[in-house]
């Protein structure tokens, strides 16, 4: 561990301390405490980075921190069962399952879901992988009932938040050249 890793590690603790042992800590100050600690434990939103490289690729990024926290919420209640707790899907996801489906794949920045513009990526969250055409016979399903339109972008923001830079960059200017309407 790093120096400076370390100071942020003990720094996370104290806020986390202070915040729990306040006197008038309650249930009014819930939210704050649990996006504090969650951001202190990118790992708790399935980011293999420390509190201060996660942030800064946030900011970097453009990502709300807190709508990024709501979208991992979302996305662990709505779409964990099926593209795994973090995103990274099934495995051997590029091999036909024997009803001649594909299997989910990861949402994570390891599959080609950052191949994508946000507007196909919201339409497929909304209306299931019609929305790759009228012939589609994979088995993403219509999550519009499940997750309205702010909750489909705080997904979005949560998955565009693991991505690596160099899929997150493509993806941005994919997203500028398609820019038609979900
Ligand atoms: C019942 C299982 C299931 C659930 C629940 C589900 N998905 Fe999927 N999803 C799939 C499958 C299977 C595919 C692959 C579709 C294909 O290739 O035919 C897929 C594909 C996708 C894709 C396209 C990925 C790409 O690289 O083209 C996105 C984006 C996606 N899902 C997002 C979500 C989100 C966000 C949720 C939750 C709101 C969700 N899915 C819930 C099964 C599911």
Redesign the pocket.
């Known amino acids: 561990m790093s120096k400076l890793t370390a100071l942020i590690a003990v720094f996370a603790g104290m806020v986390l301390v202070a915040c729990e042992s306040g006197p008038d800590s309650g249930a009014a100050k819930a939210p704050p405490v649990r996006t504090t600690t969650t951001l202190a434990n990118p790992a708790q939103l399935g980011v293999n980075l420390d509190a201060r490289a996660y942030q800064d690729r946030l900011r970097a990024r453009n990502l709300d921190p807190a709508v990024v926290v709501r979208g991992r919420e979302?996305?662990a209640a709505?779409?964990a069962?099926?593209?795994g707790a973090f995103g990274e899907g099934t495995p051997d996801?590029r091999k036909r399952l024997a009803d001649g489906?594909?299997?989910?794949?990861p949402?994570n920045g390891t599959?080609?879901?950052w191949?994508?513009p946000d507007q196909l990526?919201l339409r497929?969250?909304r209306d299931?992988?019609q929305s790759?055409g009228p012939t589609?016979?994979?088995?993403?399903?219509p999550?519009g009932k499940?997750?309205n339109a702010a909750e489909?972008q705080a997904?979005?923001q949560y998955?565009k938040s693991l991505w690596p830079d160099e899929a997150w960059r493509t993806q941005k200017d994919i997203t500028r050249e398609n820019p038609e309407a979900e």
């Open positions: 979302l996305f709505n779409c069962r099926c593209h996801w489906t594909f299997p989910p794949p949402l599959a080609h879901t191949h994508h990526l497929i969250m299931g992988g790759y589609y016979q994979g088995a993403m399903p999550m499940m997750v489909r997904i979005l998955l």
